[in-house]
């Protein structure tokens, strides 16, 4: 599986460690959070917030680089608005991915 | 210019946040996790630009939008292109940004919103310039008389002339009623039959199918007459 990276953080911190480093704690707090949200709503069945919950993770899927990730959580995206769980299983393993790497930075 | 950010992901805000302090005419004055706050705010504040998330919870990006009665120039962040179409059909929308944002592409977003508002500026100083249109000029012989707008109370056909008639002074031109009614502001001046034009600021008093301006009885068609009485003040 591909693995998590920061080259679009350090595109966008250009040098700044400052900035940089902003960007991880807001990505180590905010991740774990939603993370949870997501395994909240999932309990639920509700598929309109696991659709949502997965939507606002996607975007931290594309920050840390993972593209084939993200067309994967795209397509369970859309696989959750027609009520189907298709893509759970991948998209779960995308978020252990995501975890493992946020505690090595 | 100033802008606001509105985006239920602290990360989508910070990135924004980053983007926008890397561009010297940009001032953030202030972020939102959703549109509801953001509308507090611009109840009470005006900003140039407004960074926004189409797809948020509850309240969606072009909910928000809907509820502005003169937006400011917006640029939409998504993470989807499916709303790129819906976009168009909004005159405030001036890009589109699909996240993750690239540095280069944010500030072509900016570059748009600039020309934008020069854009929007300019039609208000030229619709502000045609409020205030309060003169025109007649010709007679050979010579270009200015007519001060709200002096005329009174214009008259007769044949292929039209009379001004004025506070100070009466003219004879040649022109047509149709002409001159195209030159005076439809809030001040009414057609009260095919041959008169009147100042609704100068009438004295109705009666029955006739109008008394100034020392003028004027009749005042059948089919005129409901819309005269629903321009007058009536107590």
Redesign the interface.
């Given at each position: 599986m591909e693995q998590p990276n920061l080259t679009?953080v350090d595109?966008?911190?250009r040098g700044d460690e400052k900035?940089r480093q902003?960007?991880i704690d807001?990505?180590k707090?905010?991740f774990p959070e939603e993370e949870k949200e997501y395994y909240t709503v999932l309990a639920k069945k509700d598929y309109k917030k696991i659709e949502?919950s997965v939507?606002?993770i996607?975007?931290?899927i594309?920050?840390l680089g993972l593209e084939k990730s993200y067309e994967l959580a795209n397509t369970y995206e859309h696989n959750l608005r027609e009520h189907r769980m298709e893509g759970e299983t991948d998209f779960e393993e995308i978020l252990n991915t995501i975890s493992a790497y946020l505690k090595t930075i | 210019m100033n802008c606001i950010i509105i985006d239920?992901?602290?990360?989508?805000r910070?990135?924004l946040k980053?983007?926008c302090d890397d561009v010297d005419s940009l001032q953030v004055v202030g972020e939102f996790p959703n549109a509801m706050q953001a509308i507090k705010y611009l109840n009470e504040n005006e900003v140039d630009l407004i960074f926004l998330d189409i797809?948020m919870?509850d309240f969606t990006g072009f909910d928000f939008v809907k509820t502005l009665k003169n937006p400011p120039s917006i640029v939409l962040t998504t993470?989807d292109s499916q709303f790129a179409i819906e976009a168009f059909q909004y005159e405030c929308i001036v890009d589109y940004l699909l996240?993750?944002i690239?540095?280069e592409r944010f500030k072509t977003a900016v570059t748009k919103a600039k020309k934008h508002q020069l854009i929007s500026a300019k039609t208000e100083e030229q619709n502000a310039e045609k409020t205030y249109e309060n003169d025109f000029y007649i010709n007679i012989d050979r010579r270009l008389i200015k007519i001060d707008i709200p002096s005329i109370y009174l214009v008259e056909a007769k044949g292929d002339y039209i009379h001004i008639k004025t506070e100070d002074k009466n003219y004879t031109v040649h022109s047509t009623l149709k002409k001159i009614e195209e030159k005076l502001p439809e809030s001040l001046f009414l057609k009260i039959h095919r041959s008169y034009i009147i100042n609704l600021k100068k009438i004295i008093d109705i009666e029955d199918n006739s109008v008394l301006i100034k020392k003028d009885v004027i009749p005042v068609s059948r089919s005129k007459r409901p819309e005269l009485m629903k321009r007058l003040d009536l107590l």
């Open positions: 679009y595109q966008l911190a900035i902003t960007l807001v990505i707090t905010e949502e939507h606002k996607k975007h931290k594309s920050i | 239920d992901e602290k990360l989508a910070t990135i980053t983007l797809h919870p993470s996240k993750p690239a540095a």
